[in-house]
């Protein structure tokens, strides 16, 4: 197969296209198919020029940190999640083709900056802090919530929602749909910041989701977001 890999040196370089050959099983999950390419000493194109190996970002290879979030055949996907043969047919005329977010900075290849999801959440207090006891007396409420609030919480911040909404853009207003789920578990964990919260979550994600719901179909963790949207939303 051919492994068609949008690339950039730098953060201020300008992007190429480089196409690489391959032959793996179709149980090879693209992140390993990356590792393949990678793997000699000399790497090659597809017309056998000298290159150099591709940058690309990893931790647990389990689906459960979020690291190699990227866009592979034009679906934001985990590489470690997605496996070649459901992207190919087995013939020698397969491509898969493999690009960075875009709505992140590229700092390297396939390695992007996912910094403003953090300094969103930091900047809008939108953490739990102090602990908060579980209240007996409100314990059939409570437990109620357990289930969304734990589903809620599963979120590895890789982007791939931010990626493929179509309302949400670097720099702007609209924090995206992980914003709203952290909302949901901040509001029910700090009473006592609830209110804020509730004015931030209308300020950062009320007023710009267009409910496309294109979010919860890239979610590697199948996050009912939109559960969280209604709760909030009735708050």
Avoid at 58 to 72: D, E, H, N
Wanted: net charge neutral.
């Amino acid at each position: 197969m051919k492994v068609k890999v949008l690339r950039q040196v730098t953060p201020f370089s300008e992007s190429y296209w480089e196409t690489f050959n391959a032959d793996v099983p179709g149980e090879t999950s693209v992140a390993a198919l990356l590792d393949y390419i990678n793997y000699n000493d000399d790497i090659v194109d597809e017309n056998g020029r000298a290159t150099t190996r591709i940058g690309w970002e990893c931790s647990c290879l389990q689906g459960v940190c979020g690291s190699c979030a990227m866009v592979i055949n034009g679906v934001p996907s985990l590489a470690c999640e997605t496996f070649v043969k459901d992207l190919v047919k087995g013939g020698e005329n397969d491509v898969i083709t493999i690009r960075p977010l875009q709505k992140f900075p590229v700092i390297h290849d396939l390695v992007i900056d996912r910094s403003v999801i953090l300094e969103n959440l930091k900047n809008t207090s939108v953490f739990i802090g102090d602990y908060a006891p579980y209240d007996k007396s409100k314990s059939f409420k409570q437990e109620k919530e357990f289930e969304h609030r734990y589903a809620a919480a599963k979120c590895l911040k890789c982007g791939l929602c931010l990626e493929v909404c179509p309302n949400y853009s670097r720099g702007e207003n609209f924090y995206g749909a992980l914003f709203a789920n952290d909302c949901y578990i901040v509001s029910s964990r700090n009473k006592d910041n609830a209110p804020e919260i509730k004015k931030r979550y209308s300020e950062h994600f009320a007023s710009g989701c267009s409910k496309s719901l294109s979010c919860m179909d890239v979610c590697p963790m199948n996050i009912p977001t939109i559960a969280s949207m209604a709760k909030m939303n009735r708050k």
